[in-house]
DNA sequence: GTGAAAGCGCTAACAA
DNA sequence: TTGTTAGCGCTTTCAC
């Protein structure tokens, strides 16, 4: 049974209120009473209880993070962005993962969350139109991450340029036959993020001229292995591309893997750029679209604070930019494919 | 203003004990009033506050989980073992970062913690004996990842051996200079882990009748660039070594770019062994001693769910097993180092 | 099967 | 500066 703030008042001889107000700090306490408070807490090991601290005043001290998935490199980092920026304010994070239909449903009804957060950050969580209306009528302050939302703030990166930038990178180095590794689009996590970059894809295609091979559009589950899966089946092929652009640098990842079981020299005879710039991207020489992933996270914990602390703001709208980082794995294909002088024009 | 349980009540034309055992399936409440309830808490979108139900009833349905960092891989893997059997139980989880002394005294001391979590899983987290006996003195619920603990539970895996697995596998091979990247003794976290691999290090070595050469210990950070460093350093001696042990994987990338870079053969010129079997790791072929770090998460939730469930048991005292994953980083060296007959014998 | 009422342990007005 | 007291919104006896 630990100690109540009762016990504390008892023991330094004031009322709980005395006790709680010299306990946080507040003003209005002499100096020598808060001095007895504080000893009379700390023989008795007395914590505040935080559910009854927060019923009383109102607030949690605590914001909600959903994630589809907690594995992959992507939501570890941004995540991690978040923490640091709430931790900063002496808040908890309460960490939600909703991976199906059901769970979108009770996220945006704030199912669970009363009585648990003062706010929340949706990463990537796919939720409809209705979806988010209803958790923009929560008086629950959010923010979105990874998709845009009409009347919640977000921070999101432009993937359809992160597609387009991407492809244009192989177009221009001369590859016409592209694959593209991502997500099945029947998928139940059904993120809006393989969608927008498999639009720039397309829209890079199209301006070079070149009709997209929905052959070589495959799904990799954002995954090495995956990745690696996926690779097989796209050089098994009697038409295989020259290049590849994986929707992730873990996808990436498996695809390098495959290319050097075969003994194809990269970028020789396969170029690969992936998407993230991970952590060990660097260290295979990844040719990748980097995008600050950590900052991602820092950066939507921050708008959220704000939104708490000013009650409401204008739903802002924060795009964070990507760049290419044009490294080891991408490069001309060696032998040049069929010429494709149309190709080539609308690349300049 | 969100509807409360009276606002149900009153719709539902039924007093609040009768909502609140109807929506929380208990016995005794006739079908039709449930029907009743159920319906009128459905058109307010009626959601029990957690703080008020947790403060009538006692408990928080909530886990915390404390980690020295969010980002590196080992934790998001461990914290989503953890989240998958915590969530398949309905219970939430709080997340925690404690890397410094003040925290882990804060953390031994259960501070923040009293009206938050259930229970607590620690994470490497280097806590003196006398944090672990004040932890455990807590009534709170507690199991410690990554370090025996007297009177709490604990899942770990014996990384004394996972040390010596990974030398003596290299000393087999022939290798006699063997460097290891770790992580510096004075570091804040403190992790206990490392100093345990390095006495399996140091064990196997002088198993083999090896002296260790302090100049081959060298500090990698648990991350690849720290790792790239590491090896840069070890490589640039008048005397580098021929095979490096990496206490992580993401160390050992590290070393694996640096060999790369300066066209090195791997694993002809240099060896590279890491620990964890990264989920990166069968791509780049590395040789690794894998542990099962999902299952270490998953365990520690488990574990934890019992000790909740229980009251109390005996403190438990779970190893998980760990093993040699024999891939392509790893061979003998090329170039025979000076004829150590002696360290060949105490091999056999 | 249902309701009335007493807490759970705090915070925040309001008094003093 | 300090104390008294009324909630915060629920769960849980204990009657009925």
């Not at 709430?86 to 939600?96: E, F, G, N, Q, S």
């Not at 929340?120 to 988010?132: P, R």
């Amino acid at each position: 049974m630990p100690a109540s703030i009762g016990d504390v008042a008892d023991r330094a001889g004031v009322s709980v209120a005395t006790v709680s107000r010299a306990l946080r700090g507040l003003p209005n306490v002499a100096p020598s009473t808060r001095e007895r408070v504080l000893e009379a807490a700390a023989t008795l090991g007395y914590v505040a209880d935080a559910r009854a601290a927060g019923l009383a005043s109102g607030h949690t001290r605590t914001v909600g993070v959903a994630v589809p998935l907690i594995g992959p490199w992507f939501f570890s980092q941004v995540l991690a962005g978040v923490e640091a920026v709430v931790t900063a304010r002496d808040l908890d994070v309460l960490l939600m993962t909703v991976d199906d239909a059901a769970g979108r449903e009770r996220l945006a009804a704030g199912a669970r969350l009363r009585g648990r957060v003062d706010g929340l950050i949706v990463v990537d969580i796919a939720l409809t139109e209705a979806q988010k209306a209803e958790l923009a009528a929560n008086d629950l302050p959010a923010v979105v991450v990874g998709a845009e939302a009409e009347a919640l703030p977000c921070v999101l990166v432009d993937n359809v340029e992160v597609g387009r930038t991407a492809t244009s990178h192989l177009l221009e180095l001369g590859h016409t036959r592209i694959a593209l590794i991502g997500h099945a689009r029947e998928d139940p996590l059904h993120f809006p993020v393989p969608e927008e970059r498999r639009r720039g894809y397309h829209e890079a295609l199209a301006c070079a001229g070149i009709a997209p091979d929905p052959a070589l559009e495959v799904d990799g589950n954002f995954s090495v292995a995956g990745g690696a899966e996926a690779a097989t089946a796209l050089l098994d092929r009697v038409d295989p591309p020259t290049a590849i652009l994986a929707m992730s640098d873990e996808m990436a990842f498996g695809c390098l893997r495959v290319a050097r079981q075969r003994g194809l020299a990269v970028p020789g005879d396969l170029s690969v750029i992936g998407v993230d710039d991970h952590d060990v991207s660097p260290a295979w020489d990844l040719t990748t679209v980097s995008q600050p992933v950590h900052r991602v996270g820092g950066q939507a914990a921050e708008l959220l604070l704000a939104v708490m602390d000013a009650g409401a703001t204008s739903p802002a709208r924060i795009a964070l930019p990507t760049s290419l980082r044009h490294r080891g794995t991408t490069g001309p294909p060696m032998v040049p494919t069929e010429p494709s002088p149309l190709g080539q024009d609308a690349l300049r």
